[in-house]
């Protein structure tokens, strides 16, 4: 971990342990990193299940595939895009 998610993540305990003295901010709390974790997840587009991951691999193996000799010629190609 870096210096700064070591901060952010002992302010988060010391803030939690301040919020835990009282039952409702404790649900509030739990409410709302409840939805911020539901929300990066749905905003995420790497994420899928194992199903959708091997239809995608099976859907791509149908398509035109590409071979580059080197890494320059597939700079060169991504570059273009």
Not at 16 to 41: P, T, W, Y
Not at 52 to 73: C, H, N, Q, T, Y
């Amino acid at each position: 971990m870096t210096t700064a998610q070591l901060e952010l993540n002992e302010e988060l305990f010391s803030t939690l342990a301040e919020i835990s003295q009282d039952e409702n901010l404790m649900r509030k709390a739990v409410k709302s990193l409840k939805r911020i974790l539901s929300k990066a997840q749905k905003d995420d587009p790497t994420l899928m299940t194992k199903e959708e991951f091997f239809a995608r691999i099976e859907e791509a193996s149908k398509g035109p595939s590409l071979r580059f000799d080197s890494v320059d010629e597939l700079d060169k190609y991504i570059r273009s895009l």
